[in-house]
């Protein structure tokens, strides 16, 4: 193809979120094969099959890549958790409840290989503030919506409410976030985080 004069080729389109999303797949996959420690622009040029040149020219500096592949991750795993509860449809509190808990113990995968990455990035969030605020709990607006979820499954089931609501939720996400975290490990299987988790579920809405 040409544009103006014959032989003047059109300029090549770059998708840039296309490049970033590569070069963060990579980081991803070296920091869980060889903890974060081990991975370098180098690696991650090698590893996404390009030059070390492009990687400069997106991410300035290794921190700023390790960040931008942290904030994707954590920003894959909540894109699960809203899937999860969109799939839900109108089920019911409880089962949104359930549903979205649940997304945090997938067995795939692209989950399994989110969460191990996060792992290995901790222990640079001791030194990172901005890190730490990223793999934080879960708190505001989340354990605000989730203690409603439980007050509307406890008011379905007829049991009392409970001032509890807040705590409840916090300890919902707690233990969901370290049940994912065995099964990522393989510590458990999926099956048997699935029935801790719905066991607590099902003590704090009253069954």
């Not at 958790?81 to 949104?96: F, K, L, M, R, Y």
């Amino acid at each position: 193809m040409v544009n103006g004069e014959e032989g003047d080729a059109l300029p090549k389109i770059v998708d840039v979120e296309e490049r970033r999303r590569r070069l963060v797949e990579a980081v991803w996959a070296l920091a869980v094969r060889g903890g974060v420690e081990q991975v370098t622009l180098r690696k991650v040029a090698d590893e996404a099959g390009v030059s070390m040149g492009q990687v400069q020219h997106y991410y300035p500096s290794m921190q700023a890549l390790v960040r931008d592949a942290l904030d994707r991750a954590v920003q894959a795993v909540n894109t699960s958790i809203e899937t999860a509860i969109h799939a839900a449809g109108e089920a019911g509190p409880e089962a949104v409840l359930r549903a979205c808990l649940h997304a945090l113990i997938n067995p795939a995968e692209e989950s399994v290989r989110l969460t191990r990455f996060c792992l290995a990035v901790a222990g640079r969030a001791v030194s990172d503030p901005t890190m730490a605020t990223v793999l934080a709990p879960a708190a505001g607006e989340l354990l605000s919506s989730t203690a409603d979820l439980i007050a509307a499954a406890r008011q379905e089931r007829g049991a009392a409410p409970r001032d509890t609501g807040r705590t409840d939720a916090d300890v919902c996400w707690t233990l969901a976030t370290g049940l994912g975290t065995d099964v990522a490990l393989g510590y458990r299987s999926p099956e048997d985080a699935r029935r801790v988790l719905d066991h607590h579920i099902g003590q704090i809405v009253g069954g």
